[in-house]
């Protein structure tokens, strides 16, 4: 176990590697003067020189290239033009936030999705299946940061059960978690519907399969069958796709900071955006990739406890 | 295809696409999903079609003497926005920036995604590890925050939408490709067709190519409803098309300052982006039920 999972992390390099190469050749060779795009067509020609120079933009690109990935290895994300700090410093500051946002939609998802999806799939073709059938299609297609202004509205504003936005006080547990409750809930709920969903089908899947008609033909209860047998099998694809869509919960953790104002990676990249800090944009761009192949190393070793199958060899 | 078709080499797909569309249309007339799912899209191509004729006011004209006036309200049926703008008249001109935007994105997606599948499922080697590492890293990539990143580069602007989300479907079109042609090119067909002397490219445009397509036309329905709704993040963050063009992301951006006394502002246009995804999802949906051969036999059998 130790081993695979030593072998999983050096794996994991040469695909961080590309994902930093990736990362650098959008914002370096993409058409356009960034300076230019920052300071406006009109500025004098000494201040584009002054801050080409400042951000290392006057070093041929292979050289720049070596700095960035050298600056990596040192836990260096670059200087941002914008914040007052380096920009590891702001992710570090941060991150917290972000993890703790969507790591609680996805324990939402997760813990309310997976039996929904049972259920659903035990009960197939039930008023149950179709009514959440039916709310999680329609669910699938609202957009995020249209929830998330619906749920402001009637929850913090009409009901004043939430507090409107930030992310409350550190450190205080209680409040913390009255601020993050609207937010994660938004995300979410997102989240139950995708995991229903595919935990609906993957059971009936597994539900078809020759070991259950098996299992069934020894006489064992139904409860035995579907959570021993089916549940067991049903479940390890189901993980494996939220694995895959850890993306989208990240994008949608980006608009529900926005949203509810709350510290975040997604603030940090999109105020790099709007003020034009390419580094910035190209630190934080770097750290959500990470985050999703180190979730997708998760899951990987995660199948670990799930299916015994698996080996690690 | 040519006039040719009939006696060219290959008759197989051509007999297949003949079964293929006579599923279609059986699985239109039976499954209610699919042909609700093509009501709205078609509805929605339509309003965005006929937009110049459909919305009854100008969707930039502000008017400060009616400000934020509720919906049902004399000629304003949906009600205005906090420049006195009519709201149902931007939503039908906005349903032009998110159709183009979805419809032109997924477009740039299969584009690119089809060429690359199509060279490494089809030469495999050197090429097709190459093609597939990169397309593994950029799957790394969440969606929305590459889109950002690259109008973050390129600039807020429709074009540069639609080449960023363009961008980012493309690497899941590649894979789709690549899968389907591993299986195309070991079938009998394929065989007989390089047998006879086509060259590659032929093979690839006249026979892989068609059919990989009914693996990707799912994807692709199902692909416009996600890039509708990138789009509207994007513009809702302010970085989609610039204002005061009306799109639905930025019509619901505009009511968020407004969300207590006037919420209509941002729950309507955010009820028809819903309305619009859901369509395509539904379309798609049915097309998978269509496509799918073992469930149009299970279909055919009851």
Redesign the interface.
Known sequence: MAAYLGRRLIYIIPTALGVATIVFFIIHLIPGDPVLAMLGDDAPTEAVEDVRRALGLDQPLSTQYLQFIGGLFRGDLGVSITAPRPIASEVRRVLPYTIELAGTAMLIGLTLGLPLGITQAVKRASGLDFVASVISVIWYAAPIFWVALLGMYFFSLRLGWFPLTGAGERGNITSTLYYLALPAITLGLRRIALVARMMRSSVLDVLGQDYIRTARSKGLSERIVVYRHAVKNAVIPVITASGMEFGTLLGGAVITEIIFVRPGMGRLIVQGILGRDYPMVQGTLLIFALIFLFVNLLVDVSYAGIDPRIRYD | MTERHGNDYGTAPEADQNRFMKGVIYIFRRSRVASVGLFIVLIMVLVALLAPYLAPHDPVAVDLSIRRIPPGSEGHLLGTDHMGRDLLSRIIWGSRVSLQVGIVAVGIGIFAGTTLGLIAGFYRGTVEAAIM??I???I???????A????????PHMTNTMIAVGVTFTPRFARIVRASVLSIRESEYVESARAVGMNNLRILTRHVFPNALSGMIVFATLSV?SAI?IE??LS????GVPPPAPTW?NI??DG?RF??PS?WI??TP?LV???T??GF??FGDGLRDALDPRLRGERQAQ
């Open positions: 590492r990169v593994d890293i950029m790394c990539f969440p969606t929305l925050l590459l950002l990143a690259i109008i973050a580069v390129l600039g409803g709704l509207a993040s809702f963050l302010g970085l992301g619901v951006a968020r969300l207590l919420p941002s729950i955010g982006i819903m309305f995804v859901l999802n539904f």
